[in-house]
């Protein structure tokens, strides 16, 4: 059997209970590199293999899941985060599919949740935004026609960009040419969960001066929007005049 399990955005305590089972149970883990915490490896049981993919590829990878299969192993497929979210799982699936070879996947806690906890800062707020278009910078790869950034931006509401603090002056223009102002609240939260966890509030338009400032290249997330003032209204969840299924309203 292949596990594919989301190790979470990096702190090793924040992989689930389940995905945390199946790794001290796997015989093989096939993690991938430097995005995956290595201190999850240390609850491995012994002899189990662990082999980083980072130099890998995807027919290198299903290679050493039939050649576990054949050998009746528990294999894990380490992802970091939550690995439906950029995490090239689905060529796997179907790989496997095509091979008869059954996988079960474990979801994870995904960087973007771990990057609001960095910020103390809630990405749905009454009255500022009721959505978060999850997305990336197109760069070496493309994005599909439909979903470039600016038109995206259009929308104004919460942003969380993956893969892109490399390409921030095409995304601050990208950013501006949707809607967003100049001074729209901002952040770069780098390496979210990990002892090396740092955050840099900005605005828009100083997002690629305020990476070039403190030398972040990747492995952070940029984060765009009013979430991060503090202009909200109340939530009606929690209003006493409010009434719903569980609670009524005082009267006026």
């Not at 955005?9 to 995005?35: C, F, H, K, N, W």
């Not at 899941?65 to 970091?80: D, G, P, Q, S």
């Not at 690995?83 to 496997?96: F, R, T, V």
Request: with cysteine; glycine share 8%; hydrophobic share 40%.
């Amino acid at each position: 059997m292949i596990y594919f399990i989301g190790a979470g955005p990096g702190a090793p305590d924040l992989i689930t209970v389940r995905g945390a089972r199946l790794l001290a149970e796997a015989d093989l883990i096939l993690y991938a590199g430097s995005l995956v915490n290595p201190a999850l490896l240390d609850g491995k049981k012994p002899g189990c293999t662990v082999r980083d993919t980072a130099s890998m590829t995807l027919e290198e990878v299903l290679s050493a899941m039939e050649e576990a299969e054949a050998r009746n192993f528990t294999t894990v497929r380490l992802h970091t985060g939550d690995p439906s979210l950029y995490g090239a799982i689905q060529e796997q699936m179907d790989a496997l599919d095509a091979r008869g070879i059954s996988y079960d996947v474990t979801p994870g806690v995904s960087a973007f949740s771990g990057a609001a906890a960095a910020l103390e800062a809630e990405y749905t707020l009454p009255s500022v935004s009721q959505s978060v278009i999850i997305t990336r910078m197109a760069g070496r790869t493309p994005v599909p026609e439909g979903e470039e950034l600016r038109k995206l931006a259009s929308h104004g509401c919460t942003m969380v960009l993956f893969l892109s603090t490399g390409l921030l002056e095409r995304v601050e223009e990208e950013l501006l040419a949707g809607g967003y102002a100049p001074d729209t609240p901002a952040a770069i939260v780098y390496k979210a969960t990990w002892p090396e966890e740092r955050v840099f509030r900005c605005t828009v338009s100083t997002l690629a001066s305020t990476a070039r400032a403190h030398h972040i290249t990747k492995t952070a997330l940029i984060t765009v929007g009013d979430f991060l003032g503090k202009d909200y209204e109340r939530s009606k969840l929690y209003d006493p005049d409010f009434t719903h299924g569980c609670r009524q309203g005082r009267t006026p």
